[in-house]
């Protein structure tokens, strides 16, 4: 971080490396590509692959092992796929704050990695060196040279050509530069041609909404230091102003006569301009007309009610040209059959209950998962009737993983949301509680009605055993017994 100590010392300045390669001289190796990859850790946290002239290095600091049995090489497939992201790496500076039996004794889940771990993944992943950091603050640098040398020999009787170091304060590592002929490993696939430069988005955005509250919202949602709003009162002035200056998005309302956007969004791709033909155009409604949006070209539809956060998701993704990765929850076609049921057990707001409580409390155990809920989906939120190391009581629909579920009408089981497209920029992953790991089974009233689940929950990457999946099966059967009890009892 820019502090050099005159003596390099392990704890001193904790583990920090500085990356020196000369590489100026020669133009052909200007280009550098930087990869990203979320780690194992409680906080959201990125590692990063840096490639650059036939150079790899890769910085994965606080990060734990998905599986880690001392003694035993790890099979989970998300251990795989970080050996992977090592794969080759000159330098990989890795998290090394435990020995093996420190882990086991009461450090799972604390989010980092053992020496023996790192040294693994490095072996496999064919890894020239490796910087340990992330000291032990406990640990002194006498007891972390020990340490590194109790490792180097291990090496040298396993004949491994993997060089390991501790990274201390003020450590200048110097990598050699290949061949010019040399190309850059990306993944396994070889590339010499450097990464094209993004394209600028037009960041601009033509609003044809004529009712005052709605263009309200939607304004409030597009509202950031780079965006350019324009607002179109009324037909013909959203055609004149989009074939003027066509926007990057457009969004338009269809309420003839006061707003025929239908008939917009027909005539500007009817145009013979080529800055319209690629320009987004989507149409504000409550509820969608899929034959229409074929018809007329529309891109697609934001169905109302919808809140100013996923409103701004939304609009943000289609400016940028991106995947917004949240999707809401869809209606289940017996949706007022269901909600019907729902209310007719008189369930919903009411306190407590220690038989609902007693079965949190055992799936919390049996999944060592820090929140589990019993969540019944109403028309616009979820609320549980029992909540285990969750402060709040309910949440909006639109952001419920259970409300998939409840659609679906099967177990819905996510390892990891930020690799899922339905969940990866959904508020509660990217914000508190910070969930990466969630599995919920479907609750069913004795009519056949889905209600809500039973749902685990883990701030980190998850995979469980079939055993353990029919534990919480067989706990969600009892959920399920006590909700189908009379009401007066589900309700007490």
Known sequence: QGLISSVPSHTERNC???????????PLFSSEVIFARFLNHP???????????????????????????????????????????????????????????????????????????????GQLARVKQMAFTHHDPGRMDDALDELVASIRRDLMEKKSSLQVFA??????VELEIPSPTATIISDGNSSSIPAAAPAVKDLSLLLGISDAGLSLVLTEAARTEDVRIYHAQDSESAVAMAKYAPP?????????????GLNVCRILRLEQDWRLKGVPIVMVSDRENTRAGFV?????????PFSTQYARAQIQAWLLRSACRWIRPALPADEDQRLAVLRGLSIL?????????????????????PIVLVSLVDQNRQWFKSCFGLAVQETSREVSFCAHA?????????????????????????????????AGYPIFHSSGSCLGTLCMIDTRPRQFSAATIQRFEELANRVQQEINSSPREASA
């Open 296 to 304: 007329y070209g529309i891109t697609q539809w934001l169905i109302a």
């Open 406 to 438: 409840v659609m679906s009408r099967t177990p819905l089981i996510v390892q990891d949301t930020l690799l899922d497209d339905r969940f990866a920029d959904n508020p509660l992953v990217v914000g508190e509680p910070r969930i990466r790991f969630y």
């Open 248 to 260: 990057g998005l457009i969004l338009l309302e269809d309420r003839p006569p006061r707003f025929d």
């Open 349 to 369: 707001d009411t306190k407590p209950d220690e038989r609902f409580d007693s079965i949190t409390r055992l799936a919390a155990a049996v999944g060592e998962v």
């Open 43 to 121: 906080a959201l946290t990125l590692g990063y692959r840096l490639e650059m002239g036939g150079v790899r290095v890769v910085y994965a600091c606080d990060h734990e092992p998905h599986s880690r049995n001392p003694g035993q090489s790890s099979g989970h497939e998300l251990d795989q796929r970080h050996r992977e992201f090592l794969a080759d790496a000159e330098l990989a500076i890795h998290d090394a704050q435990f020995t093996d039996k420190e882990y086991a004794a009461n450090r799972k889940g604390w989010g980092h990695s053992t020496v023996e771990y790192a040294c693994e993944m």
């Open 167 to 172: 990274a201390a304060d003020g450590q200048v």
């Open 16 to 26: 920090w490396v500085r990356i020196v390669a000369d590489y100026v001289v020669n």
